[in-house]
C-alpha cells in the first residue's frame, strides 16, 4: 500500500500521507498542521479536508522529511494538502464549475480580467459623468449601480460554501475566545513562522526565509486598508454628504495611499517568490490559477495609485476604467479564485481553535 | 565539481552530524575542509537523518529544556545502560561537552522544539530538533557551505592512505571511477557497518539475513573496515548491534521512526509455531524494545506476531502500516500465515491464565497471568473482543557497536600510538563510550560533541605544521 506511486486521488493520497506522518511526528512544532493531525489516529475525508485548509504551504516539513523522494513513501505532504486544499475549495463552491475554472486557469483569471475592463471602459464610454473628479468619467449612482450587485452577490455565494465547509468539518458554535485565537493567527499568519523557527522554507529551498511571511502580511493588509478606504468613502459619502473626490488628508486617502502601495508591493513580492519557489511542492494543477490571482491584485493596487497620480490629467479616464475593472474581476471571481483561500483558511483557524479549547 | 584537482587541509568522510560539526570547526579555524559523502544528495547525512534529540547536560534551565541535569545522573544514566561497558573518560568529556553544545547548535542553525508529544519522559533531559534530524543536517549544510566547506555526494572513500602514522589522502569512488585525492589530515565520520548484510551476516550469523535496517543503507562500513585492515585498534564487541523490535513490513533499508511498533505490552506474541516464548509485559517499552529485537531474531525465520483485541487497540502509538485484522483469533492466524489451531490454543491457555484487576497502560500495573508459561507480568487482560488485530515483528537494527578507537582529543590509534593526522567522530569510534545498550539521544551528543573536537583538533595540529611547527 505505502509504496504505490501516488497515482490516487487527492483525497486518498493526502490519507496515505498522513497516516505515515502520524507515525513520525517528528514535526510537530512547526505550525498547526500537525497538532489538529496528532490528535487523532483514523482520519475521515473531513478532518484531511480540515488539515489541508490549515496548512499554509510553508514547506518547512517536506525540507525536514526523511521520507520524501526517493524514498518508497515518496511523501510530499504540502503538495498532498495543497491538491486537496484546492479541489475543497471547487468542490464546496458553489457554484462549483466557476471555481473548477478560475481556481484552475490562469488563462480564464486574465480573460475574466479583459472582459472587467473592457465592461468599464464601455461604461465610461456610454453613461454620461456626473460630479467632480473621476464622477465627471463616471458618476456615482452608475458606480453604485454597477457594483454593488456585483460586491453582494459573490459574498452570498461565498457564504454558501463556507456553510458548507463548516458543516463537513463539525463546526460548532463559536466563542469569543475562538474567534481571538483565530484572528491572531490570521492576523500575524502565525502558520508561516516556521514555529520555532525563522519563517519558512519556500524561495530559497531548506534555508528559513521571513519574505512570504512579510509579503502576504503586506498584501493582505494592503488590501484590507484599500478596502476600509472603499467603506470610509461609502460613509462620507452617504452619512456626511462629503463625496469624492477626496483630499490626501482624508479617511479614504490615508487609507487607500499606505493600503495600494503595500498591496502593489506585497503581490508582487509573493509573485517574485512563487517563481523562485519549487512548484512541485504545491499544487501544481492550480499554480496558473493562483499566479494570475496575484498578479491581478498587484495590477488592482497599482492602478490605483497610478489613478491617484494622475490627478487632473487626461489619464484619469483610462485608468479610472482600468483600475474600476480589476477591481470589479477581484469582486465578481471571489468566491471561486485563489481569493477564496482567505476565507476558507479563516475558517480552519476557528475551526482549530474549537478542537483546542472547546 | 572538480573534486580530484582539489587540494584541501582536510577531508572529512561522512556528511552526518558528527561530521558536520567536525567540518564546521575545521572551516572555522580557516582550513580548507572537503566532505566526502557516499550517499546521494537527498539521501546526506547518514542515520543523522533519522534522529530527533540531543541528550544535554544542564545545571539550570535551558533553551527547551526545564529542570537541571547533572553529569553525576548523566552518567548514572549511561552506566546502568551498558552495564558499565563504558570508557568513563570519553564518556564525561561527551557529558560535560554537551552543555556547551547546544548553545553552539543553535549559533550554528540548529532550532529546537518543545518535547514530542508521548515523549513526556525525555522532556528534562533531552531537546529535540525541530523537523526532526534532517532539518538539523539541512542547517549544518547550510552553515558549512556559507564557510566555504565543499560536499561531494556520491563520493565513497574506499581507502584510506597511510604512510607510516601519517595519513596522506584517500581513494573514493566518485561516479563510478575512483580517484586518489590527497590531503593533510582527516576526520573519519562515515558511521558503523550495518547496512552491510554480508558483514554484519559473518559477525552475527546467517540469521541477520532477516534483519531490517532502521537507517541509511549508505552506514557500510568501507572507512572503518579499511582502517581496522590497516591495524587501527578497535573497539567495542564486533559481533553485537543494538536492534529493536519493529513493523514487520518495514522497508528493508530506511523505515526510520514510523517503523516502530509500541504495542507489545499490551499484546501477546507468538512465532511462527503459533508459540509464546517471553513475558510481553516484564518492563514499559522504552526499556524494552532493545530485548524484544534480540528475542525476535531468536526466534524461527526471525519473525513474530504481536496479538492485541479491541480493548488495546488505541493503547499504543499509531503505526503506519494498518494491521491484519479479523473477526475470530483463527481467520487473523491465517491471515498472518500462522497455523490457527496453534494460535488459537496459546490464545485460550493464555485467557485462561489472566486474572481479575485493574489495567493501567500507563504504567506497571501488576495485572498479571497465574498458571502460564511464559507468564505475563503486566497488562494481562484477556484477548477476547473483536476484531482482533496482529501485527508481524522483525529485528531492526540501529547501529553497530565495533567502531575505531580514539583518545580524548578524538583522534585514531593504531595499536602502538595515535596516528599524526588522522581523527574519527560518531558511530564509527562511538563504540568507545557506547559499548552496550543504548541511552536515548547520545548517539548525538557523542557525534557532536567529539565532531568538534575532530575538527578543532585537526586545524589546531594542521594548521601549527602549516606555520612550520610540529604537533604533539
Excluded at chain 2, 552553515?143 to 595519513?167: K, M, S
Aim: proline fraction near 6%; hydrophobic fraction near 45%.
Amino acid at each position: 500500500m505505502l509504496d504505490e506511486p501516488p497515482t490516487a486521488t487527492p483525497l486518498e493520497e493526502a490519507r496515505r500521507q498522513v497516516r505515515i506522518c502520524n507515525a513520525c511526528r517528528y514535526c510537530e512544532g512547526y505550525c498547526a498542521v500537525f497538532p489538529s493531525m496528532f490528535s487523532r489516529r483514523s482520519f475521515a475525508d473531513a478532518d484531511l479536508s480540515q488539515l489541508a485548509q490549515l496548512c499554509h504551504n510553508c514547506r518547512g516539513c517536506h525540507y525536514a522529511c526523511q521520507y520524501t523522494e526517493p524514498h518508497e513513501f515518496a511523501l510530499n505532504l504540502p503538495a498532498a494538502l495543497a491538491d486537496l486544499r484546492a479541489e475543497d475549495q471547487i468542490r464546496l463552491a458553489w457554484p462549483s464549475g466557476l471555481a473548477g475554472v478560475f481556481q484552475r486557469s490562469g488563462v480564464a483569471m486574465a480573460a475574466a480580467m479583459a472582459a472587467g475592463t473592457a465592461i468599464l471602459f464601455l461604461a465610461v464610454a456610454a453613461l454620461p459623468g456626473d460630479g467632480p473628479g473621476f464622477y465627471s468619467h463616471l458618476s456615482h449612482a452608475a458606480m453604485v449601480a454597477i457594483f454593488t450587485p456585483a460586491f453582494l452577490f459573490p459574498l452570498a455565494a461565498l457564504w454558501v460554501a463556507l456553510r458548507r465547509y463548516w458543516r463537513e468539518v463539525g463546526g460548532g458554535r463559536t466563542t469569543l475566545s475562538h474567534w481571538r485565537d483565530a484572528s491572531l493567527a490570521a492576523a500575524t499568519l502565525r502558520n508561516l513562522s516556521g514555529g520555532a523557527a525563522k519563517g519558512c522554507n519556500f524561495e530559497k529551498g531548506d534555508r528559513y526565509s521571513q519574505a512570504r511571511r512579510h509579503a502576504h502580511s503586506a498584501a493582505m493588509w494592503g488590501f484590507l486598508l484599500c478596502f476600509a478606504s472603499t467603506a470610509s468613502g461609502t460613509i462620507l459619502h452617504y452619512l456626511f454628504d462629503w463625496p469624492a473626490p477626496y483630499p490626501f488628508l482624508s479617511p479614504p486617502k490615508l487609507l487607500g495611499v499606505p493600503g495600494g502601495i503595500l498591496l502593489t508591493a506585497g503581490a508582487a513580492a509573493l509573485a517574485v517568490l512563487k517563481l523562485k519557489s519549487d512548484s512541485k511542492l504545491g499544487s501544481e494543477s492550480a499554480w496558473g490559477g493562483e499566479m494570475a490571482f496575484t498578479l491581478l491584485l498587484c495590477f488592482t493596487g497599482l492602478s490605483g495609485l497610478a489613478l491617484y497620480a494622475a490627478t487632473g490629467t487626461v489619464l484619469v479616464a483610462p485608468l479610472l476604467a482600468a483600475h474600476l475593472g480589476l477591481v470589479l474581476t477581484l469582486f465578481l471571481t471571489l468566491p471561486w479564485s485563489k481569493m477564496a483561500h482567505g476565507f476558507f483558511r479563516f475558517a480552519a483557524l476557528l475551526r482549530d481553535a474549537q478542537r483546542k479549547s472547546p | 565539481m572538480d573534486i580530484a584537482s582539489k587540494n584541501p587541509d582536510l577531508i572529512v568522510a561522512g556528511a552526518g552530524n558528527a561530521a558536520l560539526c567536525a567540518a564546521i570547526e575545521a572551516a572555522e579555524a580557516g582550513m580548507d575542509v572537503l566532505m566526502l559523502e557516499a550517499a546521494p544528495k537527498p539521501y546526506r547525512g547518514g542515520n543523522s537523518r533519522h534522529t530527533r534529540n540531543f541528550r544535554c547536560m544542564h545545571d539550570a534551565p535551558i533553551s527547551t529544556l526545564s529542570g537541571a541535569y547533572g553529569e553525576k545522573e548523566y552518567l548514572a544514566d549511561l552506566l546502568r545502560v551498558t552495564n558499565g561497558e563504558t570508557d568513563e573518560e570519553l564518556a564525561r568529556i561527551a557529558i560535560r561537552g554537551s552543555e556547551k553544545a547546544l548553545p553552539w547548535m543553535e549559533a550554528h542553525g540548529v532550532v529546537f522544539q518543545n518535547s514530542l508529544s508521548g515523549t513526556l519522559s525525555l522532556e528534562r533531559t533531552n531537546a529535540f530538533f525541530l523537523g526532526g534530524g534532517k532539518a538539523l543536517v539541512n542547517a549544518y549544510h547550510n552553515t558549512a557551505e556559507d564557510l566555504g566547506v565543499t560536499v561531494a555526494y556520491g563520493a565513497e572513500v574506499r581507502r584510506v592512505h597511510l604512510d607510516g602514522d601519517r595519513f596522506t589522502g584517500v581513494t573514493a569512488r566518485v561516479g563510478g571511477a575512483e580517484l586518489d585525492i590527497p590531503a593533510r589530515g582527516a576526520v573519519l565520520a562515515s558511521g558503523g557497518f550495518q547496512a552491510d548484510i554480508d558483514w554484519l551476516a559473518s559477525a552475527w550469523g546467517e540469521a541477520a539475513r532477516n534483519f531490517l535496517i532502521r537507517g541509511t543503507p549508505y552506514n557500510r562500513g568501507v572507512v572503518l573496515r579499511d582502517m581496522l585492515d590497516k591495524g587501527a585498534r578497535s573497539v567495542g564487541d564486533p559481533t553485537q548491534c543494538h536492534a529493536v523490535a519493529i513493523d514487520g513490513r518495514a522497508p528493508k533499508f530506511d523505515g526510520g521512526i514510523v517503523t516502530r511498533l509500541d504495542c507489545v505490552p499490551f499484546s501477546i506474541v507468538v512465532n511462527r509455531h503459533g508459540e509464546r516464548f517471553h513475558d510481553e509485559g516484564e518492563d514499559v517499552w522504552p526499556k524494552h524494545y532493545a530485548i524484544w529485537g534480540r528475542l525476535v531474531a531468536a526466534q524461527p525465520d526471525q519473525v513474530a506476531y504481536a496479538i492485541i483485541d479491541a480493548k488495546a487497540a488505541d493503547d499504543f502509538m499509531p503505526t503506519v502500516h494498518p494491521p491484519e485484522t479479523a473477526d475470530t483469533i483463527g481467520g487473523l492466524a491465517r491471515k498472518m500465515g500462522l497455523p490457527p489451531e496453534a494460535v488459537e490454543k496459546t490464545v485460550a491457555e493464555y485467557n485462561a491464565a489472566c486474572r481479575p484487576g485493574t489495567f493501567d497502560g500507563g504504567d506497571l500495573d501488576g495485572l498479571s497471568t497465574a498458571g502460564v508459561d511464559p507468564p505475563k507480568t503486566n497488562w494481562a487482560r484477556p484477548i477476547t473482543d473483536p476484531p482482533f488485530a496482529g501485527y508481524a515483528l522483525r529485528p531492526g537494527v540501529t547501529f553497530t557497536y565495533l567502531g575505531l578507537k580514539v583518545g580524548p582529543d578524538a583522534r585514531v590509534r593504531s595499536n602502538s600510538r595515535p596516528y599524526a593526522n588522522i581523527w574519527a567522530a560518531g558511530e564509527i569510534m562511538a563504540g568507545s563510550i557506547l559499548g552496550q545498550g543504548y541511552l536515548a539521544g547520545f548517539g548525538m551528543t557523542i557525534g557532536t560533541v567529539f565532531g568538534r573536537i575532530a575538527g578543532r583538533e585537526a586545524a589546531r595540529v594542521l594548521s601549527s605544521r602549516r606555520n612550520g611547527g610540529t604537533h604533539a
